[in-house]
């Protein structure tokens, strides 16, 4: 029986066709599966190649690097001996040239202390966080401002470029975090007075505009005060930025709070937590860990925010660009300096996004 | 029913480790206790139980005030619970409770969880609330999950992790709120094994729960709820074999009959 039956050959599988393999057939699936895919695909094309060429030969391939005058920008493209002239102005500001190593050496202590908790094993992590929040700021406001250890007196409105705008945003988040976080818990609190002044407080800043917070102190406010009292203008746009954000903070938190299920407050106060200790140990570190990408958010809007002050006449990183732009021996550069603003902006607010993502990653306890 | 309750309402004294005394709450409009009469003495074991809605949780959940109640007087180890804040953390302190739900802080690793309360409640030095916790995690017959986190854990041990945690503050009374109801079935015995333990060394316990099994082999009373009514209370010998009223024997009929 066996022997009748006849046997069959397996013949080797042909290789898959070219179309639905490969590139071609990852172009044919994604890029040209349909008619009007295709027609999608040809404009794109199209546009990428009108665009792209003109941006890389502008701002590479036919830019002026080297040179130190407008005489030196000859070839049509973009002139970044502009940036390279005017690159500490727009750092620093109108800051005097001899004491900028004030402001680099305040810098290289913010960045080594904070360097210090972004190692896992470094065991004095408690005491940096406690220099840097209560002591640096100190330190960092004689440095700045000097009058102090013998430093020469440097005035606000001296300060600007991208020092100021720095130090509005980092002033602006790190003060602003606790107030929010009293302001969120404020407003869910049992206490109706307290919950009246939280609301009317955060709907109150929440209302108002950015602009109209700056207008209001450096403009309105001193009206208020009393003749020959007198306060930095920088240090009233700071509280007010801080104000301003701190509402904003407060919301995003409250809604991390909101999410924190009751069954976590039970437990804690089963154990005998009073408020504080329960908010502080149990509820803030979950609340706070959902809501750090709504944070970031608001830190970065902040960080872009800060180029409003330029309206109560601070010269912060954007301002300091733009006022170099309209000097009579540079103008018609302000592209070049737009792009630069844009770009630099651009690093810090990914560098903080992707921070921030890092950070959602290690907080992450599998749940 | 009233002889039942009178009896252990009127020799509540000074021994008594808890008493309710014409105890009754309201959620707005709806009236959760009526007039609940009861005395526990130390080292008693009760198993409350009854349908759902039938005011069980609510009541032991006014023991150490996680619910308010309105009317009468709740009495935890010489304590009277009142608005009083200070007394309230006094008596939580003295009282554990397990949660259908475990409610481990998820954040912190399960032996912070163990930890966190005999340190900042208690004021215990780190090193020794560590090793009062390891303690209870053996006991428990997990100390080798004392680094992972809760989200890692299973039920059965999340929910023994949790007693463990209640037992670390010491507690001289022990409040369960259907401690298994949450649990796949593979993993009940392993946490009713914990409580029978618990029950065996003379921890005062108030247990709300299904476990007819279990009341049966820990409880010395059984007491029967519903419409936020004590309506029968025995010991369970009594209870199971010899139900007084209808309600308690429609019950018991819908949850034994399989």
């Known amino acids: 029986m066996t022997d009748a039956t006849p046997t069959f050959e397996r013949s080797p599988d042909l290789p898959p066709p070219a179309s639905t393999v490969g590139v071609v057939g990852w172009l044919r699936q994604n890029l040209f599966s349909t008619w009007y895919n295709t027609l999608l695909t040809i404009l794109a094309l199209w546009i990428v190649w009108e665009a792209v060429p003109p941006v890389i030969s502008w701002a590479f391939l036919t830019a002026d690097w080297a040179g ?52 896992p094993r470094f065991p004095y992590k408690l005491w940096v966080s406690l ?36 130090v509005i945003a980092i ?64 240090l009233r746009a700071l509280i007010g ?10 919301e995003v938190i409250r809604g991390g709070l909101q999410a924190i299920p009751r069954g976590q407050y039970e437990g804690a106060q089963a154990l005998g937590l009073s408020y504080w200790k329960m908010m502080i140990l149990i509820i803030l570190p979950q609340a706070l860990k959902l809501v750090i990408p709504g944070i970031v958010n608001s830190f970065i809007a902040l960080l872009k925010d800060t180029t409003l002050v330029l309206i109560i006449g601070l010269f912060d990183f954007l301002g300091m660009i733009q006022a170099a732009g309209t000097n009579p021996d540079w103008l018609g550069f302000a592209v070049e300096g737009y792009v630069f603003a844009a770009f630099v902006f651009w690093v810090l607010c990914f560098g903080i996004s992707r921070y921030s993502l890092h950070l959602e990653r290690k907080l992450h306890t599998g749940h | 029913m009233s002889d039942a309750q009178t009896a252990t ?63 009468g007087q709740i009495i935890v180890e010489d304590i009277e619970l009142t608005n009083d804040l200070k007394k309230i953390d006094e008596i939580r302190r003295e009282v554990g409770m397990v949660f259908q739900h475990f409610n481990l802080f998820p ?12 340190i900042w409640v208690r004021k215990m030095p780190k090193d020794e609330a560590e090793d009062v916790a390891m303690k209870f995690l053996t006991r428990v017959k997990i100390p080798e999950q004392a680094t992972k986190f809760p989200g890692q854990l299973s039920g059965g041990q999340q929910q023994r992790v949790a007693i463990a945690r209640s037992l670390c503050m010491n507690p001289k009374i ?62 369970p010998e009594t209870f199971f074999n010899n139900p007084q009223s209808e309600r308690t024997k429609l019950f018991l009929s819908q949850i034994l009959s399989h």
């Not at chain 2, 509540?12 to 005394?21: D, E, F, K, L, R």
């Open chain 1, 68 to 119: 130190t005058s407008r005489d030196d920008c000859t070839s049509g493209g973009a002139c970044w001996v502009f940036i390279k002239e005017w690159f500490g102005q727009f750092i620093y500001g109108r800051y005097p040239i001899e004491e900028r190593w004030r402001i680099n050496f305040g810098s290289i202590i913010l960045i080594v202390c904070a360097a210090t908790l972004f190692f």
């Open chain 1, 131 to 166: 220099f840097l929040i209560f002591v640096y700021p100190i330190v960092a406001f004689f440095l700045f401002s000097g009058d102090a250890f013998g430093l020469e007196w440097v005035e606000t409105p001296l300060w600007g470029g991208l020092f100021l705008t720095l």
């Open chain 1, 171 to 234: 002033v602006g988040c790190v003060f602003a975090l606790p107030i929010g976080i009293v302001l969120a818990l404020g407003r869910r609190s049992d206490m109706p007075a307290v919950r009246a002044v939280c609301v009317a407080f955060i709907e109150l800043w929440r209302g108002v505009p950015l602009i109209t917070v700056l207008f209001m102190a450096s403009v309105m406010f001193p009206l208020f005060v009393p003749e020959g009292l007198t306060f930095d203008k920088l």
């Open chain 1, 241 to 250: 930025i801080m104000l301003f954000q701190a509402a904003y903070l407060a």
């Open chain 2, 9 to 71: 309402s009127t020799d509540g004294n000074g021994g008594s480790a808890i008493q309710m005394i014409g105890v009754h709450k309201w959620y707005g409009q709806f009236h959760v206790l009526k007039d609940i009469n009861l005395a526990v003495d130390r080292k008693e074991k009760i198993v409350v139980c009854g349908p759902s809605g039938s005011g069980k949780s609510t009541l032991i959940r006014c023991i150490n005030r996680l619910e308010e109640h309105q009317r």
């Open chain 2, 107 to 118: 954040h912190l690793s399960v032996l912070d969880n163990l930890t966190l309360a005999p």
């Open chain 2, 174 to 235: 022990m409040l369960f709120d259907e401690p298994t109801s949450a649990l796949d079935p593979e993993m009940i015995k392993e946490v009713l094994d914990v409580m029978v333990d618990l029950a065996e060394e003379g921890m005062t316990m108030i247990v709300v729960t299904h476990e007819m099994g279990f009341a049966n082999r820990v409880a010395d009373r059984v007491i029967f709820m519903d419409g936020g009514e004590v309506i029968e209370q025995a010991d």
